[in-house]
């Protein structure tokens, strides 16, 4: 079935040491999108690309950084995580003209 | 700023009992708005609304948009403990940038 993946689903990393999120899609969607969604919160975008485009928030932090080194890949790259940055992690695709966006499950991170 | 905002925040209700949660917005570039249901997981994909009056139904989930009046609703009769969830709406700017903005989202919680 043609689904959106991520790995892990569970992370737990000590404060300031880098950690990697893994996004794969099977969808050949070309948009892929990061979201960042603490307890109790909705969902805040991240960045997103659309294809090779790489689309920052404003307010993304400079500690988040992402690649894409195929369409079907996106990583997200924590450089040095903090205490807040305690959360799930989505990432999500889509096709540019339908606007719909298919969800993973989500990495659940704990930093320590 | 997009602004997207949901009422209730939680709702509590009995099995058979007939829910209607709303979503206003107030967006520079409407292009669509989204309803997802959130368990203790990822958001599913529920609806997309683009045109005002015309209702979405998915079994007992029905949805309509009301452009003028910048609002939607989520209906969902004879409730069952499955549907206690999250249910997020959410806006999609138009343009190329495809970012989704997120209200907070209504708890609805169905009791036995």
Redo the contacts between chains.
């Keep these: 079935d043609a689904m959106v993946i991520q790995n892990p689903r569970y992370q737990v990393t000590q404060f300031g040491k880098p950690v990697t999120l893994s996004c794969s899609q099977t969808l050949n969607h070309n948009?892929m999108?990061w979201y960042q969604q603490k307890s109790s919160?909705?969902?805040?975008?991240l960045f997103?690309y659309?294809d090779k485009d790489f689309?920052n928030?404003a307010d993304t932090p400079d500690n988040f950084q992402s690649r894409r080194p195929n369409t079907s890949f996106c990583f997200l790259d924590i450089r040095s995580p903090g205490l807040g940055d305690t959360a799930m992690y989505?990432c999500a695709t889509?096709t540019?003209l339908a606007?719909?966006?298919?969800?993973?499950?989500?990495t659940r991170l704990t930093v320590t | 700023e997009d602004k997207v905002v949901q009422s209730p925040l939680s709702l509590v209700v009995h099995e058979g009992d007939t829910v209607t949660l709303n979503c206003s917005y107030e967006v520079t570039n409407f292009?669509?708005l989204?309803w997802?249901k959130q368990e203790k997981?990822?958001?599913?994909?529920l609806f997309?609304l683009?045109s005002s009056g015309i209702e979405k139904k998915s079994g007992r989930l029905s949805s309509i948009l009301d452009k003028k009046e910048l609002f939607s609703i989520l209906n969902i009769t004879a409730t069952q403990t499955g549907d206690s969830a999250v249910y997020?709406c959410a806006h999609?700017t138009g343009g190329?940038?495809?970012?989704?903005?997120?209200?907070?989202?209504t708890l609805l919680t169905v009791n036995p």
Excluded at chain 1, 41 to 45: G, H, M, S, V, Y
Excluded at chain 1, 99 to 106: A, R, S, V
């Design positions: 948009v999108y919160q909705a969902p805040k975008l997103h659309y689309n928030e989505l889509s540019g606007g719909e966006q298919y969800f993973g499950p989500g | 292009r669509s989204l997802y997981k990822a958001p599913t994909f997309m683009t997020l999609r190329s940038n495809y970012k989704l903005t997120f209200g907070k989202g």
